[in-house]
């Protein structure tokens, strides 16, 4: 692991792969199977499971357990102390191991400090999840989320502002920020090509 910093409180165990230019901060546990992509922030107190994979340019806030079967993809922003699950419906005195459900956030997706993701779930690219939201179904990409549970109140840019289109139904909107044009079809956001500003 070249060019990864990695303070002297954090334990990263034997076989972890880390990626060039990632930061690894206080009290930080990186178990051995984890595969970290480049340039990513791990913040103080942060956990990173065995069955992990965590893709560049990552940053994960302080107080954060990233456990198995999470897959994070390039850019995502973890809030501090927001919370991943693994286990549908755990009890201490069962092991459920092997019920572990796969969970993906795509990329560019911002998940909210203390909100709560239920495994088994994926995040579209470029979501934003607000603070102390409870997700517990699939979020389509772009999606403004809120609430307990998650529910959707709009459609965000990838530069992170809000998108004024309906939630259903089509429309299109330029970001006045980025000039990237969006165009809403069949309750479905995508991105178009760049108008110059």
Known sequence: MKNVNIHNTAVV???????????????VHVCSGAKIGKNCSLGQN?????QVIIGNDCKIQNNVSVYDNVTLEDGVFCGPSMVFTN???????IERKS??????IKKGATLGANCT?????????????GAGAVVNKDVPDYA?????????????SEFGE????????????VCPHTG?????????????????L
């Open 13 to 27: 165990d034997t076989g972890a792969d880390i990626g060039e230019g990632s930061r690894v901060w206080h009290f």
């Open 46 to 50: 942060v956990f990173i499971g065995n």
């Open 87 to 93: 286990v549908y419906n755990p009890r201490a005195m």
């Open 99 to 104: 019920e572990y459900r796969n969970t993906l």
């Open 117 to 129: 993701i239920i495994c088994g779930i994926t995040i579209g690219q470029f979501a934003m999840i």
């Open 144 to 156: 403004l989320m809120v609430g307990v549970p998650a529910k959707q109140i709009g459609w965000i």
């Open 162 to 173: 809000r998108l004024e289109l309906p939630l259903e139904g089509s429309g299109e909107v």
């Open 180 to 196: 990237t044009k969006y165009i809403l079809a069949s309750s479905i956001l995508k991105r178009c090509e760049t108008s110059k």
